[in-house]
């Protein structure tokens, strides 16, 4: 048996994490061959949910689960951890302008970058799903000089996986079949879902795809599927993220298939003309803990519009939280 990991997961009393830690203990994040230590971390008022949380998975005996612990604050939950899951974030309340959410939310991520950078393994991997994800990674990224921009990722998966599940049930083609969906840019609604190198059994799927059908039905579709959900479920998406969750975090970890390409918020290299420093989500391939940008992609002229549109949105992003960017990490952050 291997050495146990460490993985920290925040807000592991909410919706997202009740789901998503049964998944990781029974081995689907890391595989079924290596243990987890879970440090799980709330705020103090849902400390006692956690608990219960947390006796619900030793209840059920999960042969990789190591050891739980309970934090009440990010400095010891994330000590020495491997993976940290960043998942507990202020909820946008009735009345509450998005640029509120932003710096709220900015605040907390901030906090938990400098946490991660003095506590954390240093080779930590961390992934951003509080929202607004792209930016709060951003924070965090440049509140912990020593670690790389690199080491800090953000949710784009459900996107995808939304992508494909979508484009699935309209084509009558199962997922395993579909390949090369990819989303570009901010997990709002100004993402790009890009099927233009997309393919239904290895066959190109844009020749069999009605354009008015793809920017009209399946594009708004897509960016606005989360509130579709919250529509019907009266909250917010949590299952799926879960499982989104598990797939950025394995692949990640243990790389993609041969040829897959998948989603990921990460931070620009310049790669597509997108400004340096921003996470942005990108296609990229994994290889046991490394990723890279798939590259020499040819945009056409409604690519571009769009890949500059959610490029604009992150900007603009980036502007309201500045004073949270600390000015000594710029340079390094943006080379
Ligand atoms: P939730 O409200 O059910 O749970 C959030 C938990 O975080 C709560 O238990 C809360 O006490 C905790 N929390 C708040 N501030 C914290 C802090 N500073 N430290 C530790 N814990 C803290 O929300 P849910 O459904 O689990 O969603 C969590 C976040 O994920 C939300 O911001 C949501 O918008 C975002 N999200 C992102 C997605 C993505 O694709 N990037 C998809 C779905 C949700």
């Not at 797939?247 to 993609?256: F, V």
Request: contains cysteine; glycine residues 8%.
């Amino acid at each position: 048996m291997r050495r146990p990991i460490r993985i920290a997961v925040t807000g592991a009393a909410g919706s997202i994490a009740s789901h998503l830690l049964f998944k990781i203990a029974a081995g689907e994040m890391f595989g079924k061959d290596q243990p987890v230590i879970l440090q799980l971390i709330e705020i103090p008022q849902a400390m006692e949910v956690l608990l219960g949380l947390a006796m619900e998975l030793e209840d059920c005996a999960f042969p990789l689960l190591h050891t739980i612990t309970l934090h009440d604050n990010v400095e010891e939950g994330f000590n020495n951890v491997h993976y940290a899951l960043l998942i507990g974030a202020t909820p946008r309340r009735p009345g509450m302008e998005r640029s509120d959410l932003l710096e709220k939310n900015a605040a907390i991520f901030a906090k938990q970058g400098k946490a991660l950078n003095d506590f954390a393994n240093r080779d930590v991997k961390a992934l951003i799903v509080g929202n607004p994800a792209n930016t709060n990674a951003l924070v965090a990224a440049r509140n912990a000089p020593k670690l790389s921009p690199s080491q800090f990722t953000t949710l784009t998966r459900l996107d995808q996986n939304r992508a494909v599940g979508l484009l699935a049930n309209h084509t009558g083609v199962n997922p395993k079949d579909i390949d090369g969906v990819i989303i570009w840019g901010n997990h709002s609604t100004t993402q790009f879902p890009d099927l233009y190198q997309s393919t239904l059994y290895g066959r190109p799927a844009m020749p069999v795809i009605p354009m008015d059908w793809y920017t009209e039905t399946y594009m708004p579709a897509v960016q606005r599927r989360g509130a579709a959900i919250l529509d019907k479920r009266g909250v917010s998406s949590a299952p799926s993220a879960a499982q989104a969750i598990v797939d950025h975090m394995h692949d990640w970890a243990l790389g993609t298939k041969p040829g897959q390409i998948v989603s990921m918020g990460i931070a620009s290299d310049g790669s597509y003309g997108i400004a340096k420093g921003i996470y942005y989500s990108f296609p990229v391939r994994c290889d046991y803990g490394r990723y890279q940008i798939v590259q020499g992609i040819d945009l056409n002229e409604f690519q571009q519009s769009m890949l500059v549109a959610t490029e604009a949105e992150l900007l603009e992003e980036r502007a309201g939280v500045d004073h949270l960017l600390p000015k000594d990490t710029e340079a390094t952050h943006t080379n």
